[in-house]
Each structure stands twice: as C-alpha cells, then as structure tokens.
C-alpha cells in the first residue's frame, strides 16, 4: 500500500494546498494529511479550526485523512508507515529550504522519499500568510481558498482585527 504524508501548517489551508491534495489522492493509496502543531510559527487559527477546515474541504475523498502532529515529521510518517512525504513547490524560493528539510528528513528516515510537485502556476503567488492579510482587512478570498470555507473563513478573518 502507497502511503504519503502531505504536511504543513495550513494556517489555512488555500486552494493551491487543495491543487496538490487533488492531484496525490489518485497517486496514492492513502494520503495523510499532517497539520503541524507548530509552537514556533505561532499560528492564526486554532489546531481545531486548521484541521476542520481540511476536513470540510476532503469530504469526498475517501483515502484521505486529516490528523495533527507535534515533534518530527518523520516520527509521524514512521507512525503512519508512510514511506512519501509530499512537498508543493510553488517557485524557486521555495527549493533551498525544501532541499534542506528533505535532506535532513531522508537522514533521519532512509526509507522515506520526499516527493515534490509543482503547484498550478495559478497559485503561485499564494500562501497562506497573504490569504490571512487580505482577509484581515476586508478582501475578497474568492478562488484562493476553497468554496467550502470562503464564507466562513473571510467572517473569522474579518473578527480577527
Ligand atoms: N500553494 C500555495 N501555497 C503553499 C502551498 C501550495 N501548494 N504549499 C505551501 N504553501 C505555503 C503555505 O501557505 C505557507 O505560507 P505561509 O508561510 O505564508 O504561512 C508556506 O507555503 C509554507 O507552508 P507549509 O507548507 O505549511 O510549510 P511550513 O513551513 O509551515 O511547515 C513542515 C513545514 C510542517 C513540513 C515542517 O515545518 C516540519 O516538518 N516540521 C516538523 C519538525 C521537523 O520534522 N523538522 C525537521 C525537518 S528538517
């Protein structure tokens, strides 16, 4: 059975996390979707509110699951006996620090491949830190985050002043 892990903050999720999400649920058995605790980061919205919205957003996929975790990815992938983690690369910014992360998780866990997919150049300008900006005063998240989210999410933002 092909296992992946697809980690990240989603702090929150956005479409172009949902691109890769639905481009790795026909490539794998199951899919874990891994939601950094992440005490360094100091997240906008709660672990709840982060994993409820992934949830609301992968009903349909049935290889898909949605779980928190603290400490190291590869501890989790390994508790998961998940042998690819799933990185989205969005430009060339993004490489030198996924070329570090997947060196020193390939270290740490020899078996595991770190697998890289280009995200739709539609959202390669986005991250999760501009949807949470934009939102903060007002704008339109229409087409960067999910429809199943927008009208909650951009009510949550707006109270977030
Ligand atoms: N489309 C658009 N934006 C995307 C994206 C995509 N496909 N994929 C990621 N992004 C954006 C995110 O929105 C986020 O934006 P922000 O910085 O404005 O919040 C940014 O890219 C990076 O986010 P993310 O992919 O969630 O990575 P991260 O840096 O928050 O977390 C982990 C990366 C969780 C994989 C990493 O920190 C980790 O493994 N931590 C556990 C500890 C560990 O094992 N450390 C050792 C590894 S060296």
Redesign the pocket.
């Known amino acids: 059975m092909r296992i992946c892990v697809y ?5 929150p999720i ?4 949902m ?2 999400i639905e481009r790795i649920v026909d490539m794998f058995d199951r899919v874990v979707i ?1 939601v ?1 605790q ?1 005490r360094e ?1 100091q997240p906008l919205f709660s672990l709840d509110e982060r994993l409820g919205y992934i949830r609301r957003c992968t009903p349909g996929y049935e290889n898909v699951e949605v779980e928190a ?1 603290d ?6 992938a390994r508790a998961k006996n998940a042998l690819y ?1 799933v ?4 430009a060339v910014s ?1 490489f030198e ?1 996924e070329f ?2 997947a060196s ?2 390939k270290k ?1 866990y020899p078996e595991a491949e770190t697998i890289f ?1 280009m ?2 150049t539609k ?2 300008f ?7 900006e934009v939102g903060r005063w007002g704008g339109c998240l229409r087409g960067l985050v999910p429809g199943e989210i927008l009208p909650d999410l951009m009510k949550r933002l707006k109270n977030s002043l």
């Open positions: 980690p990240g903050s989603f702090d956005t479409c172009g996390h691109d890769i891994g950094l992440n980061k975790f400490g190291l990815l590869v501890d989790f983690i990185r989205g690369l969005r993004d620090f570090q992360m020193m998780n740490l997919l995200t739709n959202y390669s986005l991250s999760s830190s501009m949807v949470r």
